[in-house]
């Protein structure tokens, strides 16, 4: 009975199989060419590396990446904590009072996960040289936060619609204003969908590419996307040494997916679906 | 909670939030504290996109290079041009190319895959791991590592075809201007599968076990219990998938800009990329504008269409 079940597994099993190679090949080809020596990857490519060499990382360590790195770190986390705070606090009237502006504000909030990025390009350029800012990390923060507030508010505000109604009715008669009530009460309530917003938004950022292309110029202000190409540019010949760039800037991610896989793939799904 | 009640009673307030109390009517007070909460978020979300796009049609209606500065207004004449231009038309086929392909190739792939993780395979959770993975990676990184896979001298695609007796097919598959589309477009199936794969995996694990164990006592066979049970529960999953998919094609860039630029010969260009080229390399950033405010107005009428049908849809259930 159990090899009977067994066998009739084996297509599933195939098919099973085939879907793990076509999603974890060109990783593994990322990974493996990038232990490579440059000479070794000109003769045989796609082989198993004969002698492990962790050239290609310092030399990717000890060029601008370590840069690019940190401003990538600095631009998402701060760009993140803004939008979970003005998110969280834009949906606290939205969910839970009323007043005639509130379905057309969170429509107008809503409409902008449907917006290009491309159509707020030029004069987000231009904005940005006039305030100053082009060409630094700090420009980029600005639309960052403005591109994530639509999806963080939709998850919020149904998230705090589902809360009880009486915990503000309690506090209310306490005398506990509107500010006290959503940040001591309100706000700690609010954790799991922190979560999602968090990991959605980061992954987002972490990721972006457009802007950072528009809105900076030189290396020293390069987000970490930006940086991987200029790299690509620079030493194109050197597949290795691109491969080693490539594999060390996928890492973040991949290492906070493996401590928190259920959680990223949670924060995505509800992140979308809401959406 | 009743503890933190009592705390916040006993916090004293301070003489000018009695005044205020006092001189300020409730309605106007509540209204106050509405604006306060929105205000930081709704001024951001305005100057970053409600004034931008207000903006981009504005400077639609010149013809403007934005580097001097003649600033010459002349009407709906890029809307015009636009209309004639066989690159915009090509762009646009593209990217409705893309759109079916996304809808045909990537939600089916993650509809597959989601259902592989509900089999009674073993290890699937190592599985599940790196089934999930492509949708991690940077697109400008799935861009360089692809463009290297497709290579016309050392790429693996081509060592795969001639391993497997293909060899006369080998090519450099993103400077053939009959396969880099293809190519771009099985790389964008690879990046996006996984994020279908999760939404759906969602959905099926909120289907009731009891659901399945009464069609079992039925007497429905697998293929019955997909087609009558599984497939009609996630089509809410579906839909939003596809309007995923539909607006995230259309405002596709990332990965053609790194990979090919839209070349070659304009044979992968994109609205998007296409608009980048006409405003930050040729320096036309009237005409720019006009193209980017086309993909705003192509995306707001894709949206309408959507969602009036999705309430239709709704009220015919």
């Not at chain 1, 490579?36 to 082989?47: G, I, N």
Request: charged fraction near 10%; proline fraction near 5%.
């Amino acid at each position: 009975m159990n090899i009977i079940k067994k066998i009739s597994n084996m297509p599933l099993y195939a098919l099973a199989i085939i879907l793990l190679i076509f999603t974890g090949l060109p990783y593994l080809i990322m990974i493996n060419s990038s232990f490579k020596s440059q000479l070794e990857f000109m003769t045989s490519p796609w082989s198993f590396p004969d002698a492990f060499t962790f050239d290609n990382y310092s030399m990717v360590l000890s060029s601008n990446f370590i840069r690019y790195f940190g401003n990538s770190i600095l631009v998402s986390v701060i760009s993140v904590v803004i939008v979970i705070v003005i998110s969280a606090m834009a949906s606290y009237p939205l969910a839970r009072m009323k007043f005639k502006l509130n379905r057309p504000l969170f429509i107008l909030f809503m409409v902008g996960m449907m917006i290009p990025i491309h159509t707020t390009l030029i004069p987000i350029y231009l904005l940005t040289i006039n305030m100053g800012l082009y060409d630094t990390i700090w420009g980029l923060i600005g639309p960052y936060v403005a591109f994530s507030i639509p999806i963080s508010v939709v998850i919020f505000t149904q998230f705090l619609q589902d809360l009880p109604k009486e915990l503000e009715e309690s506090a209310k008669i306490d005398g506990c204003g509107h500010f006290r009530l959503f940040w001591k009460i309100l706000f700690p309530l609010l954790t799991p969908a922190v979560a999602t917003v968090a990991i959605y938004n980061f992954i987002h950022i972490w990721n972006e590419f457009i802007f950072a292309l528009v809105l900076t110029n030189s290396q020293e202000s390069a987000t970490l996307p930006l940086g991987l190409r200029e790299f690509y540019g620079e030493f194109s010949v050197n597949v290795p040494g691109i491969m080693a760039a490539l594999t060390l800037g996928s890492l973040p991610l991949l290492l906070v997916y493996l401590v928190a896989q259920e959680k990223i793939v949670k924060g995505i799904a509800a992140g979308s679906v809401k959406g | 909670m009743l503890k933190n009640n009592v705390e916040y009673s006993s916090v004293s307030r301070t003489p000018t939030e009695l005044a205020l109390k006092r001189k300020l009517s409730p309605k106007l007070k509540d209204l106050l504290v509405i604006a306060g909460f929105i205000a930081p978020a709704l001024l951001i979300y305005g100057i970053f996109v409600v004034y931008s796009i207000g903006m981009t049609f504005y400077y639609s209606l010149f013809n403007w290079s934005g580097i001097n500065n003649s600033f010459e207004f002349i009407g709906i004449q890029n809307y015009l041009n636009l209309l004639k231009d066989g690159v915009f038309w090509e762009a646009f086929g593209n990217n409705s190319l893309l759109v079916a392909s996304s809808l045909f190739t990537q939600l089916p792939l993650g509809l597959i895959m989601a259902l592989l993780l509900f089999s009674p395979l073993k290890g699937m959770r190592f599985f599940r791991s790196i089934y999930f993975m492509p949708f991690l990676m940077s697109t400008v990184a799935i861009g360089i590592l692809f463009t290297f896979m497709y290579d016309g001298n050392f790429g693996i695609v081509n060592q795969i075809l001639k391993a497997v007796g293909l060899g006369s097919l080998q090519q450099g598959w993103l400077g053939n201007e009959n396969t880099a589309i293809w190519a771009v477009i099985a790389t964008i199936c690879w990046q996006f599968a996984p994020f279908y794969m999760i939404l759906f995996r969602a959905a099926i694990v909120g289907i009731p076990e009891e659901l399945y164990e009464a069609a079992m006592i039925d007497g429905a066979n697998a293929k019955q219990r997909f087609l009558k049970l599984t497939l009609p529960l996630l089509m809410p999953t579906i839909v939003t998938s596809s309007i995923l998919s539909i607006i995230g094609s259309l405002k596709y860039f990332d990965l053609i800009y790194v990979m090919t630029g839209g070349g070659p010969n304009n044979s992968t260009e994109l609205m998007a990329t296409y608009m980048y080229e006409e405003t930050f390399t040729n320096f036309n950033m009237g005409y720019g504008s006009s193209i980017s405010f086309a993909m705003f107005l192509i995306a707001l009428v894709i949206t309408v269409i959507i969602v009036t049908s999705e309430q239709k849809r709704k009220g015919a259930n």
